[in-house]
T-cell receptor, first 113, second 112 residues
Framework: GAGVSQSPSNKVTEKGKDVELRCDPI?????LYWYRQRLGQGLEFLIY????????KSGLPSDRFSAERTGESVSTLTIQRTQQEDSAVYLC???????????FGPGTRLTVL | AQTVTQSQPEMSVQEAETVTLSCTYD???????LFWYKQPPSRQMILVIR??????QNATENRFSVNFQKAAKSFSLKISDSQLGDAAMYFC?????????FGKGTRLSVIA
């Protein structure tokens, strides 16, 4: 079956603009995760969803970041008033249940000019 | 708090040789899973191997095997007969009833 997909694959935006990143998880996966990965660095956990609920939002870097998930399916990560330090690859993953093996999407590379 | 530590930021290995990547973790849970993920330059994260904590037998997947020491909370990855395609970032991770916690990664270079 299809894996996790993310769109767009690349996004270039100007400082101060808002961006939306989309993640389509594997069908039937109840858990969905967002990570940020700066160049050459490890994974920075942002937020996860159990169904449509986000039990832990403490990883979001600032109030400019928000995420939602609908229909226990697609999720959107929104970054408002983007800053240059937001430039990174944003990875999405899904798993059958929280704590299980995660299947990753190809990521969205965000560049803020 | 759950943590995962990878103490080797970079490693290198000659083609066809064996290399071991180290990982230690901390958890208060008794039932959990451990994973090694590979991230090649294409940036696609791929699961390499997984280990259930309740299993004493070390997991193996072809050229990849682990040395799981539960009491020491150690979970190292051994890559045998290294190939050029093994060059990548390797992330150790741990999970239980909470989302996966990842280490900072080890960059593996394979020398021809």
């Amino acid at each position: 079956g299809a894996g996790v997909s993310q769109s767009p694959s690349n996004k270039v935006t100007e400082k101060g603009k808002d961006v939306e990143l989309r993640c389509d998880p594997i069908s039937g996966h109840t858990a969905l995760y967002w990570y940020r990965q700066r160049l050459g660095q490890g994974l920075e956990f942002l937020i996860y969803f159990q169904g449509n609920s986000a039990p832990d939002k403490s990883g979001l870097p600032s109030d400019r970041f928000s995420a939602e998930r609908t229909g226990e399916s697609v999720s959107t990560l929104t970054i408002q008033r983007t800053q240059q330090e937001d430039s990174a690859v944003y990875l999405c993953a899904s798993s059958l249940a929280v704590g299980g093996e995660q299947f990753f999407g190809p990521g969205t590379r965000l560049t803020v000019l | 708090a759950q943590t995962v530590t990878q103490s080797q930021p970079e490693m290198s290995v000659q083609e066809a040789e064996t290399v071991t990547l180290s990982c230690t973790y901390d958890t208060s849970e008794s039932d959990y899973y451990l994973f090694w993920y590979k991230q090649p330059p294409s940036r696609q994260m791929i699961l390499v191997i997984r280990q259930e904590a309740y299993k004493q037998q070390n997991a193996t997947e072809n050229r990849f095997s682990v040395n799981f020491q539960k009491a020491a909370k150690s979970f190292s990855l051994k890559i045998s007969d290294s190939q050029l395609g093994d060059a990548a970032m390797y992330f150790c991770s741990h999970s239980g009833n909470t989302p996966l916690v990842f280490g900072k990664g080890t960059r593996l270079s394979v020398i021809a």
